[in-house]
């Protein structure tokens, strides 16, 4: 006796297609265009602070923000969303890192110890 799995319920995606009557040759999930579409004026904001000048056609934050987009969503599975991603790769930069030079506690000695009769 077999026994269906929910795998079927991991393979639905919710993906573009494209306009109706033309179809997009690249198949995308529509939360790969959303990241796509908040990254592009993210990377033409540093661009502008960086050179002071706005470009007609903006390549490198295009360019860019495919890049991002496609490593963040390589990580992406049904149990991870891209979300968890995103938050996991923002904590793990800001992480604290470890001193270069060895940092010793303070030793705690007694000096004195007084030994007290037990009040009855």
């Avoid at 040759?25 to 004026?41: D, M, N, R, S, W």
């Avoid at 056609?57 to 963040?72: C, D, E, G, M, R």
């Amino acid at each position: 006796m077999r026994l269906r799995t929910d795998d079927d319920i991991y393979r639905a995606r919710l993906v573009y297609l494209g306009p109706p009557g033309y179809t997009l040759p690249v198949h995308l999930p529509y939360a790969q265009y959303g990241l796509f579409i908040l990254l592009v004026p993210a990377y033409m904001f540093v661009s502008w602070l960086l050179t002071q000048e706005i470009e007609l056609f903006p390549a490198w934050p295009i360019a860019l923000a495919i890049v991002t987009t496609s490593f963040v969503f390589r990580h992406v599975d049904p149990d991870r969303p891209a979300r968890a991603v995103i938050r996991t790769a923002l904590t793990d930069w800001r992480r604290t890192r470890e001193p270069a030079v060895e940092q010793r506690d303070p030793r705690l000695v007694a000096n004195r110890i007084r030994v007290r009769q037990e009040l009855m």
